[in-house]
């Protein structure tokens, strides 16, 4: 296969009556004039279309966790083959991989891979899984999708870590070849998506309800809680009951500890008790699967049946430390159903993180 790396042709823009073009890929909108990009900064306005210009190329590939996409009702315990490009349809202020998706540096894309090697080596390595995640694979729309189309025919799913901006029609093509996704729903308020993220909740709201009503994609949610901009209890309250009246009781929630980073650097970390109070907010509003992330909290991060209360799936961190599930997905111990993708067994790989080169070899570094 031919990689273009600079000049990618993409389908969702049209041109406009005062010759500029409109980019139809998100709900920003972005017109350009010739040689301009968008906002994402990887798609560019050339030759009177727009283009794709990270094609092929990466910032980097790691086999990881699938819990640390973090998915914990997807193959737990299963490797997956993780990589991300460079850019990013949003300007979150408290972006934590601001060196990747903020990069305007073409040297970011050290690594390249054609859609069929990444499935390749994704099969070489035992990774159940490959994810696209460290920046919103929206942005490179046909790369993501010609990897998992090449995946599937490999037997390898594919997982999307995305903020969920996007528009309708695009959504539509790109989710209909993604297996699971996890979606950051980064606040519930218009006036915090545009302050921080220079952006819009309303979209991203549409994409959730989309999921649940008309895919079969499995999902789960991610919310970085950070001091006094989106953790009142208010918020969290209004938050957990819109998830559970609209896409019901069974989609996880995970609420993870900010860090100082990138533009917010004068904000402190997230207490932890700001976590387990998230949580348990949630539990109280009705989401039956509610997880504590980027701390270490054995409790807040296992999974429990619904039904009895039993411990069905016990995490250190990213270990599985419990398991009494089967295939199905059943309670060992009443035999209420959890919701999720699971196997016979869990899968072994633990915590490790591991960094892989795709140019050459698919051999581990």
Not at 58 to 83: A, M, Q, R, Y
Not at 251 to 262: E, G, N, Q, T
Not at 322 to 332: F, I, L, Q, T
């Amino acid at each position: 296969m031919n990689i273009s790396a600079d000049n990618h042709p993409t389908r969702y823009w049209h041109k406009l009556d005062d010759e500029r073009i409109q980019c139809d890929l998100c709900p920003r909108f972005c017109r350009l004039r010739e040689g301009q990009r968008g906002l994402c900064f990887v798609r560019k306005r050339q030759n009177d279309q727009i283009v794709l210009t990270t094609y092929g190329r990466s910032s980097g590939f790691c086999v990881d966790p699938i819990e640390k996409k973090p998915l914990n009702h997807f193959l737990p315990g299963t490797p997956v083959l993780s990589f991300g490009t460079a850019g990013c349809n949003l300007a979150c202020k408290f972006c934590q991989n601001w060196d990747i998706s903020k990069s305007r540096e073409m040297d970011t894309l050290a690594d390249s891979a054609s859609p069929e090697r990444i499935a390749q080596a994704a099969r070489e390595m035992s990774c159940q899984s490959v994810a696209f995640t460290y920046n919103d694979p929206v942005i490179f729309h046909e790369y993501a999708i010609d990897i998992a189309q090449a995946c599937r025919e490999a037997g390898v799913k594919s997982v999307a870590v995305t903020a969920g901006y996007v528009c309708a029609e695009p959504r539509m093509e790109f989710f209909k070849h993604m297996n699971a996704a996890n979606v950051d729903l980064k606040a519930f308020t218009e006036k915090f998506y545009k302050k921080i993220c220079g952006g819009e909740l309303a979209p991203v709201l549409d994409t959730l309800q989309y999921l649940k009503h008309e895919t079969n994609v499995w999902f789960e949610l991610t919310t970085l809680l950070i001091p006094d901009e989106n953790d009142s209890p208010q918020e969290l309250a209004e938050m957990t009951s819109w998830v559970v009246e609209n896409l019901g009781p069974d989609v996880p929630m995970h609420f993870s500890a900010f860090h100082p980073d990138w533009k917010m650097r004068n904000k402190g970390s997230t207490p932890p008790a700001t976590l387990s109070t998230a949580r348990r907010i949630a539990m109280e509003n009705g989401v039956r699967y509610a997880y504590t992330g980027n701390v270490h909290d054995e409790g807040g991060g296992s999974t429990y049946c619904y039904s009895c209360n039993a411990k069905i799936i016990g995490r250190d961190w990213y270990q599985l430390t419990h398991w009494d599930v089967d295939a199905a997905g059943r309670c060992g111990q009443c035999g209420a159903p959890c919701s999720g993708v699971f196997e016979g067994a869990p899968g072994s790989w633990g915590q490790r993180r591991q960094p892989v080169r795709l140019s050459g070899s698919a051999a581990l570094n």
